[in-house]
Structure formats: structure tokens, C-alpha cells
């Protein structure tokens, strides 16, 4: 049975099922005269069987003598008779029953009211957070009212989360931004720096006693190209030279090498997928990929252990990765790198792709590995998945995105002497003016006649004045006036038989609505040796 309610006059009687009055109220001589009593009378039971929130009288025994189908759902039960005339406490767990007990209820005895929240226990045992609201009644009663507000509450999570994981991305894109553009800089004086002494290495005699010493700065100065790169590849700056490939064979490429990496005392296991899906990636990054994996899995294990290597497809879809919003879902290629050593903890995954961040002692690594395989992943739209535990190993799970094409058939290069110029005329156009130095200088040292312009108006001016033929156009891709593509059809507007060697050292992802990337368009990246700026020119002037 259930409580009910009457009116008696200007009264609303609420009765427990033995008949026993438990409240009265007085209603409003406004709203005897607009409703009658039976009308106001369906409307108050309609509206307490059909509430949303779930509502229950309880006597001062903490017996349930009255509740609405909400209340009893809520709890996980399917009718209010399942719970009628059983204890409040069998609602709740003994912890929250003992906050009951030593708070909640002592301060509704001294104030009436209670709302706050509360963990209920469902019907088969399950914990839910819920919202409360008590209000006291005569003789030690009490009305409750609560809300499921678990859903609310994960939602507010999910919402926490995915907001420190756009702070994260916020972070990780300036910081970014910041070791990009400074390492493009640096880039570009380093290519100063080796190619001028290239060319004094070009000019010095086998015997002579300077060439040891140039050979060592050159050394230097090839290192520090390489921390450049690995900063550029964090920062998808660095330019790549994208092929279809079969990541199966890249990686039997590499196995060799690595075995030597990691040494004797780690057991290694090569396990690639079959029907492998094709990617579109720069062979080069993915080996500094592997590589980098690779060291961060042996410097993990100390002693003895294991490093294990896997490839296979993998079909992401929206709810997969649905907290992560870096994730496109699609078909992907993954690699797997995982081993049993120390394993990390929750801080030091938060820091994971951060450049110079390291747990490593001093000495072993300079930090930007893990950044470097970070940029080269979401330069190509990819995503890592990184499962780890202290004293349980780690999982590195990258994620590249499926190709349509067909693999590209590796080509073995062919070492050539360096080729001179038969008396051509070429027109650098390069905005950083030390760049431009060198590139002069390299050309100049190779026998072409030269004309130099550090910007796209100074190269339009030359082109016009110039009353000789012009061979080739050398131009940087991104200048701040006008792109290479704009300054190139407007120069074949004035010299239409005008061939065209584009350089730069961006991203292929920054440079690629400028067209310089095209099939049967020349490029180079900067920075470049003599011997390939010489073989490039040669080919692009011999067609």
C-alpha cells in the first residue's frame, strides 16, 4: 500500500497506509476557489507519481511508508512495493551510513533540512552519487527527496579531462613553436657553417695540415645539425620526403642495427603483421622513430629483458578513442614497441613528449627522442598510444594512417663525382642573406655565373635588367613578400623558357598549398651539401 492524500477543507492531509496522519497542510483560499479539492487532490498525485527526482516518506523508524516510482528506479529497483514498509538503511552502504548517523541526521534534528550529497547503493550492490534533499516532518518522519546525478558527475570528469588534455595540446604547441623556431633558425646557420667548410675543404690539399681541423668542425657542426632536426621533427617543421611504403620492410631494414643497439643481454622478437596496410611516410623519420623507441626501451630495462616489436591494421572508430580528440578515426597501420622494463609513472607520462625533459642520468641522451617521434607522429596526422606502469613495463602504440596507394620500390643510390657547369646563369632568390651568401658562393665555386636577390622585387628587377639569357631560378619557398610558386609564374611571365629549382626548410605539410612538392616539380632541402646542390642543378638544367 501507499500513502495517500486528502483534503479536508482548506487542508491537504498526508496519510502513512495505516491510516496514521503524518503532515497537514493549509492551502490558499485562492486555490479552493479556482480548483476544487478532488481536482488539486489528482493533480498532487499525478505530479509526485510522474517526478523526475525520486521522492519518499520515511517514519521516525526509517520505514519507508511512501514512495514514487523514481525513488524506487533510482535505486534500481522496479516498484515502489519492492521497498515499502523496508528500512532507509538498506539503501546505503556502511560508510555512508555511518555519516548518516554522526552528520547528517544530527543536523536535520537541529535545523529540519539536510541537502547535500550522498553514495547510495543500487539493488545489485552497485555505488551511485546521488543528491539529497530531507526534510523533516512530525513525529520524527521525514520526506526524501534524491537525483541520480552519477551521469553529471562522469560528465563533469570527462569534461575535466579533455580540458587538460587541450592544455596539454595548448603546451605541448607552443613549446613547439618556440624550439621550432629557434631550431629553424639555428638550422640555416648551421648550413652556413658546413657549407662554407665544405668549400674550404674543396680548396685545401689532401696533405694539407688544415684539413684535420676543418674535418673536426665540420663533425661538430653535423651534430649539432642533428639535435636541430630532432628539434624540428618535434616541432613539425622539419621537411620530409614522403614515399609509400610497407613499414614491414622498413623495419627488416632496420633489425640488424638494432640488435646492435640494444646489446647481448636483451632478448628481442620481431612479430610483423600480416597484409600490412600501406603508409605515406619519409622513410628517414620513421628509422628515427624506430630509433628512438627503440634506445628509450633498452636505457627502460636494466639487465636482462625483453623488447618486442609488432606491426598490424587496426580500424579506429569515433568511441574507440572518444576522450581524445587528437584521434581521427579511420583505418591506421600500427607499430608496437613494448618492453619490460621500469615502466613510468603518471607524472612522468604527463611529460613524456616535452623536448629536454629526461629521467635519464647525464650523460645518456639529450632528451628529445621521445619529442621527436611525438612531431614526426602528428605531422602525419598520426596518433601515439602509450600504456605504462611502474615496475610493469611499457607499450608504445604508434598509430599512422592508412595509404591507398601502392608501396614505392626502394632505389639504391648511385654515387657520382660532383658535376660543373657548362657557363650557366642562375638567379638565387633567398631572404635570409647568409643563406644567400653561401648559396652564391657554392655556385659560383662550381663555375655558373651567378645573380643574387634577397627578395622577390630585387629578383624581378634582375630578371628585367638582366639582358643575357637566364638558365635557372632558384628560389626559397617561403619569403615575406611572395612565395616561390607566385615569384616563379611571375618571372616565366617574363622569361617563359625559365627552369625552376624550388629550396626550403619546411614541413611538406607548410609548404604543400604552394605546389612546390608536386610530381615533376624540383626541390631541395635546406640545409644542403655541395655535392647535392651540384648534382640537383645539373639534372634540373639537363631537362
Known sequence: ?????????????????????????????????????????????????????????????????????????????????????????????????????????????????????????????????????????????????????????????????????????????????????????????????????????????????????VAEMMTAARCSAEITRKLLAFARRQTVSP??????????????????????????????????????????????????????????????????????????????FGDRPDVIPGDYVVLCVRDNGCGMDEETKSHLFEPFFTTKEVGRGTGPGLATVYGIVMQKNGFIHVQSELGAGTTFRIHLQRHSGAPEKAETPKVQPIRESHGETILVVEDEVLVLNLTHAILESLGYRVLAASNPAEAERQVRDHQDRIDLLITDVVMPEMNGRDLTRRLQGLRPDLKVLYMSGYTANVIAHCDVLDTGVHFIQKPFRRDELAETVCEVLAQ
Open 243 to 320: 614515399k609509400v611504403l610497407d613499414l614491414n620492410d622498413t623495419v627488416e631494414g632496420m633489425l640488424r642495427l638494432m640488435r646492435r643497439i640494444i646489446g647481448e643481454d636483451i632478448d628481442f622478437s620481431w612479430q610483423p603483421g600480416p597484409g600490412l596496410w600501406p603508409v605515406k611516410v619519409d622513410p628517414c623519420q620513421i628509422e628515427q622513430v624506430m630509433a628512438n623507441l627503440w634506445v628509450n626501451a633498452r636505457d627502460a630495462i636494466t639487465g636482462v629483458g625483453r623488447i618486442t616489436i609488432e606491426t598490424g591494421n587496426v580500424r579506429i572508430d569515433a568511441d574507440r
Open 1 to 213: 500500500m501507499k500513502a495517500s492524500t486528502r483534503f479536508r477543507g482548506r487542508d491537504l492531509i498526508i496519510k502513512n497506509f495505516s491510516g496514521r496522519t503524518l503532515k497537514k497542510y493549509s492551502l490558499s483560499q485562492d486555490a479552493i476557489e479556482n480548483k476544487s479539492s478532488g481536482e488539486i487532490n489528482e493533480q498532487l498525485a499525478r505530479a509526485m507519481e510522474t517526478a523526475i527526482d525520486g521522492i519518499a516518506i520515511i517514519d521516525r523508524s526509517q520505514t519507508f511508508i511512501y514512495l514514487n516510482p523514481a525513488y524506487a528506479q533510482i535505486f534500481g529497483y522496479v516498484e515502489p512495493r519492492e521497498l515499502l514498509g523496508k528500512p532507509r538503511r538498506m539503501l546505503y552502504a556502511p560508510d555512508e551510513l555511518d555519516r548518516f548517523d554522526k552528520r547528517i541526521i544530527p543536523d536535520l534534528g537541529r535545523t529540519g533540512r539536510y541537502r547535500g550529497d550522498a553514495v547510495g547503493m543500487k539493488k545489485n550492490g552497485g555505488l551511485f552519487d546521488q543528491e539529497i534533499s530531507l526534510t523533516s516532518i512530525d513525529r520524527g518522519g521525514m520526506i526524501s527527496v534524491v537525483r541520480d546525478v552519477a551521469e553529471k558527475k562522469q560528465a563533469l570528469k570527462d569534461k575535466e579531462k579533455l580540458q587538460a588534455q587541450f592544455l596539454q595540446a595548448r603546451k605541448m604547441e607552443a613549446v613547439g613553436r618556440l624550439a621550432g623556431g629557434m631550431a629553424h633558425d639555428f638550422n640555416n646557420m648551421l648550413g652556413v657553417i658546413i657549407g662554407y667548410g665544405e668549400l674550404v675543404q674543396s680548396k685545401l690539399k689532401p696533405e694539407d695540415r688544415l684539413q684535420a681541423d
